[in-house]
């Protein structure tokens, strides 16, 4: 069974940062694509952030402030989250897949439960 685990959210004020771990159990994920993504209320999930587990390239809805990187040793992937503005609030959620257009289309093989980051102004 393939699971992920998220954690590091929180509530932090605006300007503030967080740094967002998934662990990855059950499988190798060597050839997987491995992305962030969340969901404000309301609104759909959107893509954030993605990274390949080998070849270590990364790919961004926008730049600057986020910044994904992965453990290969921990199997596990980081966003790391500065300069927090409220319209940040969301759940943020991992997912994998293994081809990169799938996974930026939400279309993941995988999917963690996600977890709450709240940005108050």
């Known amino acids: 069974q393939v699971q992920l685990v998220e954690s590091g959210g929180g509530s932090v004020q605006a300007g503030g940062s967080l740094r967002l771990s998934c662990a990855a159990s059950?499988?190798?994920?060597?050839?997987?694509?491995m992305g962030w993504f969340r969901q404000a209320p309301g609104k759909e999930r959107e893509f954030v952030a993605a990274?390949?587990?080998?070849?270590?390239n990364t790919y961004y809805a926008d730049s600057g402030r986020f910044t994904i990187s992965r453990d290969n040793a921990k199997n596990t992937v980081y966003l790391q989250m500065n300069s927090l503005k409220p319209e940040d609030t969301a759940v943020y959620y991992c997912?994998?897949?293994?081809?990169?257009?799938?996974?930026?289309?939400?279309?993941?093989?995988?999917w963690g439960q996600g977890t709450q980051v709240t940005v108050s102004s």
């Open positions: 990274i390949t587990w080998t070849g270590g």
């Open positions: 997912g994998s897949s293994g081809n990169y257009y799938r996974l930026r289309s939400g279309s993941c093989d995988y």
């Open positions: 059950g499988r190798t994920f060597s050839q997987y694509i």
